[in-house]
Structure formats: structure tokens, C-alpha cells
């Protein structure tokens, strides 16, 4: 089974509207954590937002918040006011513990891509 | 801070010839990842470094192979290099603090093999 499902691969929105993309995820680790990352045409990561799974308020940065409900294992990211520059492709990822190796790991889900529509 | 930069950004390899991509961070990060990513699949971990010296294996291990001879590298060879293993190769780093997990990526190495 999928840890990161996004079942959206493409998504329009109109500029300055709001949208939300969708990552569910599928973990038995009582400890984890959400990322967002961006990935322009350009093709660098840029991070986002972050949400721990003990966090008792939803992440927001600037124009970005993570709609985290824990019971649904979903974590969507909500992009309020969209502008020309969010068109890009949007990855949702999981942090796991490894415990065998100290250290925890990320797995991206096969991510989103957003045309923001003039 | 250059932040985690990878060398080379572009590589043209024949089948059988064997590369090494370099990836080198300057924010004295504990962890070093190697991911790939190929079309429609998102990111996939290859194999990552808890420290230096250790290396450890991801979800795509294989054809692969890595080094942590000091801390702010993170080497991963191919010795062999297959058609398959055509892709986009992503490095990064991250912190060994609590609460702090973004990991850092470097710009990407664009690999083809013919």
C-alpha cells in the first residue's frame, strides 16, 4: 500500500483564488510528520510547511496552511490567494522513525501539479 | 552558505560505463540523503548517511553504491550504469536536532543513460 497518496495529478485555479491539494497517508508510527515541498519548472525542492503529528494547531506559512486531520490521515495544503509563481508541482511527504538506523526518512507521495490560470 | 550543491548537473553515460555524483552541504548537517526521480513517481530514497562514516539503504537500492568518508560529502557511485537508471538524482541534508526535519535539497543531477 501507498504511505502517500495524492490523487490529484493536475489541478487549475484561478489567480487569487484559494485551492486545495490532497495528501492522505497510511502510517502506524504514533510519531511522523507532514511535509509540502514546491517544485517549479526550474526543478529545485523548495519546502514549504511542516506539520508534526503531536502539533495541536494546523502549520501555516504565509499564504500556506496544512488542513491536517489526524482520524482521516489526511493533510491537504491549502494555497490562499494564488499567484502566477505557484504554478509547479507539489509533493506531499511522510517523516518516519527508522529506528534501526537512528534516523527517520521521507517518502513523497507522486505529487500534484498546479497551473495557476490568469 | 552555498547550502548542499551536487556536481555534476548534467551526465551523458553509455551503458556500462560506471560515474560518481558528488554531493557536498556546508550547514555541518548530520544526515545525507540520495533520492531519484523519475516521471509520475515522485521522490525515491536510494540510500542515506546518518553520520559519517555509516551509510544505510532506501526503498531503491540497488546498482547503487555510497560513501561518507567525511561529513559534508555524500557520494553515490554507479558501477555499471543501465538505461534504467536514467532519472533525475536528488541530494540532501538535514539537522540532527528535535523539531527541526526539513531536509535541504540540493539543485539536482540530470542523468542519462544511452
Known amino acids: 500500500a501507498q504511505k502517500i497518496t495524492q490523487t490529484q495529478p493536475g489541478m487549475f485555479v484561478q489567480e487569487k483564488e484559494a485551492v486545495t491539494l490532497d495528501c492522505t497517508y497510511d502510517?502506524?508510527?504514533?510519531?511522523?510528520?507532514l511535509f509540502w515541498y514546491k517544485q517549479p519548472s526550474s526543478g529545485e525542492m523548495i519546502f514549504l510547511i511542516y506539520?508534526?503529528?503531536?502539533?495541536?494547531q494546523n502549520a501555516t506559512e504565509g499564504r500556506y496552511s496544512l488542513n491536517f486531520q489526524k482520524a482521516r490521515k489526511s493533510a491537504n495544503l491549502v494555497i490562499s490567494a494564488s499567484q502566477l509563481g505557484d504554478s509547479a508541482m507539489y509533493f506531499c511527504?511522510?517523516?518516519?522513525?527508522?529506528?534501526?538506523?537512528?534516523?527517520?526518512?521521507?517518502?513523497f507521495g507522486k505529487g500534484t501539479k498546479l497551473s495557476v490560470i490568469p | 552558505n552555498a547550502g548542499v550543491t551536487q556536481t555534476p548537473k548534467f551526465r551523458v553515460l553509455k551503458t556500462g560505463q560506471s560515474m560518481t555524483l558528488l554531493c557536498a552541504q556546508d550547514m555541518n548537517h548530520e544526515y545525507m540523503y540520495w533520492y531519484r526521480q523519475d516521471p509520475g513517481m515522485g521522490l525515491r530514497l536510494i540510500h542515506y548517511?546518518?553520520?559519517?562514516?555509516?551509510?544505510a539503504k532506501g526503498e531503491v537500492p540497488d546498482g547503487y553504491n555510497v560513501s561518507r568518508l567525511k561529513k559534508q560529502n555524500f557520494l553515490l557511485g554507479l558501477e555499471s550504469a543501465a538505461p534504467s537508471q536514467t532519472s533525475v538524482y536528488f541530494c540532501?541534508?538535514?539537522?540532527?536536532?528535535?523539531?527541526?526535519?526539513?531536509?535541504?535539497f540540493g539543485p539536482g543531477t540530470r542523468l542519462t543513460v544511452t
Open positions: 506539520q508534526g503529528s503531536y502539533d495541536q
Open positions: 540532501a541534508s538535514s539537522p540532527f536536532l528535535a523539531g527541526d526535519y526539513e531536509q535541504y
Open positions: 511527504a511522510m517523516r518516519e522513525e527508522d529506528s534501526g538506523a537512528g534516523s527517520y526518512q521521507l517518502t
Open positions: 502510517t502506524s508510527d504514533p510519531s511522523y510528520g
Open positions: 548517511s546518518v553520520g559519517e562514516g555509516t551509510t
